[in-house]
């Protein structure tokens, strides 16, 4: 198995127009991605976001699934949307998983735009397959502040088909990147 | 490029317990599905409903996104969404791929339980490089009706991961699906 978290990220994360925001929490990332995270054996899906209204809101989205009337009604979604934490930050993320390894997780961001650091899907696996801690980061909105894609330890490269199109959904983003990087 | 057609079929699936239904189109998954499929050369993204209602909800979504306002303010959503053609059944689909394409697409049902007859996506993967027309089917709700899944030409092994968890949403099964079978 994996050692693998992922964190959706809402802050900081850029615009249409590339400026630095805070996004709003979308239910669907939560149910998609945490079901996909439950499918590649993930240990725990973190979502930032630092503001207090969706944080609240995505705590109630959590609860309702996991212990309340959702829970009873499919059950399978309640084993998905357990492996959810909130943080304030992608600090905080760190740190949380640092705890629990008594180790840094390494970081890899992704982006559908090409570093010229990026690695490829083959050697990260192979990277990943050494059992230690790794962070895979996702950005909401238009993608991960460029800062916090430099400050991360792998840039991992963009998902690409046979076009030049480059435009998926984080959802579908992550459930792509996570059968390639841990998939059987 | 590959000669690869989605259809995303509202009727007939089935609910939780199995009864053959049809379905609520969700915004999303227009949204989610037809940005993988631009990304990965799909030439047609159908969408089988025969609600009425249904029907015209999703004209309206497409039309907002392709000629209203939403065109402007997200081309590359537009160019996506573009790829969307509203059918009343499954029928309709395979017949209108087949006037274009001149030759019946073989067809192709995805289903999260596996079955004896199941292919693997690498031997699909090649079935589907001889430049002929195939026509993926993704069910909405609780997944195609089992008679649908016996009548397509070819049913495909369910997408798993590291775990026996098998609930991933529509969305994230169509983007791996996707990105296994026509991926570079």
């Not at 802050?11 to 945490?34: C, E, F, M, Q, R």
Request: proline share 3%.
């Amino acid at each position: 198995m994996p050692n693998i978290y992922v964190a959706l990220v809402h802050y900081p994360v850029v615009n249409k127009t590339g400026d630095i925001i805070a996004s709003a929490v979308t239910n669907l990332d939560l149910h998609d991605i945490s079901r996909a995270a439950r499918t590649y054996g993930v240990k725990g899906f973190y979502v930032a976001t630092r503001l207090i209204d969706q944080i609240e809101l995505t705590k109630r989205i959590v609860k309702h699934w996991t212990s309340g009337a959702g829970a009873d009604y499919n059950p399978s979604r309640s084993s998905a949307l357990e492996l959810i934490r909130i943080k304030k930050s992608l600090e905080d993320v760190v740190s949380h998983i640092g705890e629990q390894e008594s180790v840094w997780p390494k970081t890899i961001a992704t982006c559908a735009r090409k570093f010229d650091t990026a690695i490829s899907y083959e050697k990260m696996r192979a990277m990943i397959s050494n059992g230690k801690p790794h962070l895979l980061l996702f950005g909401t909105a238009w993608g991960l502040a460029e800062e916090t894609i430099r400050q991360a330890d792998y840039i991992l490269e963009p998902v690409t088909g046979h076009t030049a199109y480059n435009h998926l959904s984080v959802r579908s983003a992550a459930s792509i990147i996570l059968d390639r990087l841990v998939g059987r």
